[in-house]
């Protein structure tokens, strides 16, 4: 049994609430959050819970009195899950795809509005099980979110992104220049969520090796111009 692309998406998502409330989550709580039936939610856990991913215990029901349920917790396995180390080699053609793929999206949501845009990559990025296609995906977001802004705050933080004295201190610069006018507009619910996800965007950029760092200041540059 393998970690899936779905699997993923739901493990990324019961860590999400896990992180927000600190709190054991109940399969139902995570049906309703990713828009699934509470039966499909626990079947997809008890398949997780196998790979070790994540462990169950039993809370009292304060609803019905002497009832317990069951409730899931993420592992240190799955905390380790974008902080494993490098050790794969960078595969040039799948990046390319992805890099084809984030584009694409990019072009497809031009007239999408902004809060069902930044969802949409929301959807795609809890996909993502390799920490480079996280990233790339990431400034993806962002650049969806700088491009429904566009004007003068695109052509500005543009001009910041090339002057940078480097590619990394480039891509930090775009990352905490967008967030700084994102977290003013988004709604509590989405800003909290990018913020969350931009954390570990961060995390993930120092942890990439050099020549990843540079593909993705690549592949950030030549977003721009599309």
């Known amino acids: 049994m393998a970690l899936t692309k779905r699997r993923l998406q739901f ?19 995570l ?10 939610a626990y079947d ?17 029901n304060s609803k019905e009195t002497g009832r317990s349920q069951v409730v899931f917790i993420p592992t240190s396995k799955a905390s380790e899950l974008f902080n494993q180390p490098r050790s794969e080699a960078f595969d040039l053609t799948d990046w390319n795809k992805t890099v084809a793929n984030i584009s694409k999206l990019l072009k497809d949501l031009k007239n999408t509005g902004l809060n069902e845009a930044l969802r949409k990559m929301i959807d795609e990025i809890v996909k993502m099980n390799t920490r480079i296609h996280f990233c790339a995906y990431m400034i993806g977001l962002l650049l969806v979110y700088l491009k429904k802004l566009g004007g003068k705050t695109e052509s500005l933080i543009h001009h910041i992104v090339r002057k940078a004295p480097s590619k990394e201190s480039g891509m930090t610069m775009f990352i905490g220049t967008v967030m700084g006018t994102a977290i003013q507009t988004l709604n509590e619910d989405l800003g909290h969520e990018i913020t969350e996800l931009v954390s570990k965007l961060l995390k993930s950029i120092s942890d990439l090796s050099r020549e990843e760092k540079d593909m993705l200041a690549d592949f950030l540059e030549r977003s721009f111009a599309t």
Do not use: C
């Open 11 to 29: 493990l990324h998502k019961l860590m999400d609430l896990y992180q927000k409330t600190n709190l054991p989550i109940h399969y139902e709580a």
């Open 31 to 40: 049906a309703k959050s990713i828009g699934v039936s509470k039966w499909t």
């Open 44 to 60: 997809m856990l008890k398949e997780i819970e196998k790979l070790g991913f994540i462990s169950r215990s039993y809370e009292v």
